[in-house]
């Protein structure tokens, strides 16, 4: 059948269509956006005022501090949301907030710069910036910020910062934010998702969902799974001349029912490629990740046997070794190629772990097998008597913005298996 269409309605039924495709791309993208909610609370009697020098030192707990040096020295809330594992948040506003005053008028600590604590030498005190202590409105001035997600184990994780203390410098006033419901807008298909396989999935959802503030939503927004015959669940990197020493534990990891293998350094250098050593070590563990179903990696050697990756310090000469490069397997950690490694601003590092790794630093054989025989004994016959209290000392880092050892210790006390 022949179809002939009046020229003059011919461009009526163009412009249809062209309406209609562009509704459609209207459609397609509205249903790639989506949103949620999340609810953040804070009590006043969590917040902690200590005099210090003519100021006032601000304190919540479980809480870190503005960093803006010669501002005010705030709490600063640091949340990780999980949003679905193809997503990009793009928002967060808040819906409702309750504050209360806090009785008072106070002269804000000043925040100081970031300084090492290895070089031995005093940083003059910084006073505070006029601009700042001279403007009549709140600082910081907002509620909640947020910052581009990472990708944990292929588990996509967006990062909230929360203000809950306003103060003004002109008038001394501070106000706690006790209850802020924020919502957060975030957009699909913006990253590819990672397949994990089922045993992966089981095992680090539970680690996500003890640092995510809504882990109810780990199973919805996990990655896909896929199978995978002959998974690799363990690898122990390590020198050549080692690699027998090693046999009694991955004999034992064996028994335990996990697929472990013994990878040398030497044979890692020759099949993958890097721009140094770590950086082959790094290719290596990424490619059994993703491929192999790799979860635990140990690093079977001192520093000078398997070498370590060092990150860069903006604020000290030093660099700092950090095995955590080996973990932290998106993207690279010298994405602008000058040579310093995990920089903040200029790399690409989400410092989110997508393995676990550890370090057992031994130099020859029989330091291996002295670390066996004390590791076997301790997980196949540990002594159940003693072991009924931990002991964890810490010293305080900047107490002027309450800063010490103890919030590391929150973190063991939270995992540690109580009552003990």
Known sequence: MLLIVDRSKRSAIGGIVRKIAVAVLALAAISLAGTMNQT?????????????????VVNLDDALSTL??????LPLKSLNLLIPPDAEITGVEVVSSENVVVPGTFRVYPAQPARPLLEGHEVPFLGPDDAVYQRNGDYPGRLVDFTRSGSKSGYRIAGLFVYPVQYNPVSGRLALYTHLNLEVSYQEKAHPVLGITQSQAELFSQDVASIVVNPEQVKSFA???????????YAI????????????????????????????????????????NPAKIRAFITDYWRNQGL???????DHGLVPTRYGYLP?????????????????????????QYGEMTGDTLDLLGDVYIGRIPCDNATQVGTFIAKDTIYELHPDTVYLKKAFLPWE????????????????IKDILPWPM
Not at 68 to 73: L, T
Not at 396 to 411: A, D, K, M, P, T
């Open 237 to 276: 990197i390590t020198p050549a001349s080692l690699v027998s020493a090693w046999q009694p534990l991955l004999t034992l990891r064996r028994s335990q029912g996990l697929n472990a293998i013994v990878m040398p350094v030497e044979t890692i250098y020759v099949h993958y490629t890097g721009t140094d």
């Open 295 to 301: 979860k635990w990696v140990i690093l079977g050697g």
């Open 315 to 339: 604020y000290s000469t030093y660099t700092v070794p950090a095995d955590h490069y080996y973990a932290d397997l998106d993207w690279s950690w010298d994405s602008n190629h000058n040579g």
């Open 396 to 411: 305080w880092l900047w107490s002027y913005i309450g800063h010490g050892g103890f919030l590391v210790n929150n973190n």
């Open 68 to 73: 803006e040096p010669g501002s005010p020295c």
């Open 223 to 233: 990655p896909r799974t896929r199978a995978l015959d002959g998974a690799v669940d």
């Open 40 to 56: 953040v609370t804070f009590a006043l009697s969590d917040l902690h005022l200590t005099a210090k020098d003519g100021y006032t």
